[in-house]
């Protein structure tokens, strides 16, 4: 049943900022608070508070990362069949997981319409997206930062864990984010010469910049020697249903 009458109820007025307004939302998903007011108010942003979300490259990300995450536990609790469905791909990523501005938006466009730039999900990640909408086009970010890809959760069990992200510390966040999940996700066989490493760095490939973006990713997260030059092999991904998967 979706939170409209939850047991706990806030006694404040959703803060008016849009960013605390996705923050706000996404906390009270994990709270298992309502979530009413919060969908309601995002719903009703204008389009010059939005413009003001994406002429800050910090702002954006924390902003659209949380809505996302927030939009993917509402979707799992109020139409768990859409995940469970063996047409998952079109009919989870599809459906209207959170209103924003009152479009309507899927995760697949809040993820590769904006906060990817306007880049296709097919493709390896080297191929722009062909249908966007003029939503998008208004407020993409300007380029793709991979880091996303940990901060992003769709709700199988290989996601990262989900966390709420904060304008003035989004950087530090998404580091720390990047860096506990490939500490968990990475295997390096020196001996062998190969690193296995997850699907997403197959998936979107070309958001990291090629295998030798990879590899200098995974460097400068830490997971690998400065002098490592190994193969690439990319880990199978569980798509076990794993709603609630928050960050301690």
Do not use: I
């Given at each position: 049943?979706?939170?409209?009458?939850?047991?706990?109820?806030?006694?404040d007025p959703p803060d008016e900022s849009p960013t605390a307004l996705a923050r706000d939302l996404l906390v009270a998903c994990k709270r298992d608070d309502a979530t009413d007011q919060y969908r309601s108010a995002l719903a009703e942003l204008t389009d010059d508070e939005l413009r003001r979300v994406g002429a800050d490259r910090e702002t954006a990300l924390a902003f659209w990362l949380n809505c996302?995450?927030?939009g993917t536990q509402?979707?799992?609790?109020?139409?768990?069949?859409?995940?469970?469905?063996?047409?998952?791909?079109v009919r989870f990523f599809h459906a209207p997981a959170v209103t924003v501005g009152d479009v309507s938006l899927p995760l697949d466009r809040i993820e590769n319409g904006i906060l990817r730039g306007g880049?296709?999900?097919?493709?390896?990640?080297?191929l722009p997206k062909?249908?966007?909408?003029?939503f998008e086009r208004r407020y993409r970010l300007d380029g793709c930062d991979p880091r996303i890809h940990f901060g992003l959760n769709c709700g199988a069990e290989s996601c990262p864990a989900i966390r709420a992200y904060d304008p003035n510390r989004i950087d530090a966040q998404l580091?720390?984010?990047?860096?506990?999940?490939?500490?968990?996700?990475?295997?390096?066989?020196?001996?062998?010469?190969?690193v296995s490493v997850p699907r997403v760095f197959l998936w979107f490939r070309g958001d990291f910049g090629g295998r030798s973006g990879i590899r200098?990713?995974?460097r400068s997260s830490g997971?690998?020697?400065e002098d490592a030059q190994p193969k690439i092999r990319y880990r199978s991904w569980d798509w076990s249903k794993a709603a609630g998967k928050y960050a301690e």
């Open positions: 049943m979706p939170r409209t009458t939850a047991r706990c109820q806030p006694s996302y995450n927030a509402l979707l799992l609790e109020e139409r768990p069949g859409l995940y469970e469905s063996p047409l998952r791909f880049r296709s999900k097919y493709g390896l990640g080297y062909l249908y966007v909408t003029s580091d720390r984010a990047t860096r506990h999940y490939l500490d968990s996700e990475v295997e390096y066989d020196s001996d062998a010469g190969v200098s990713f995974l997971v690998l020697p």
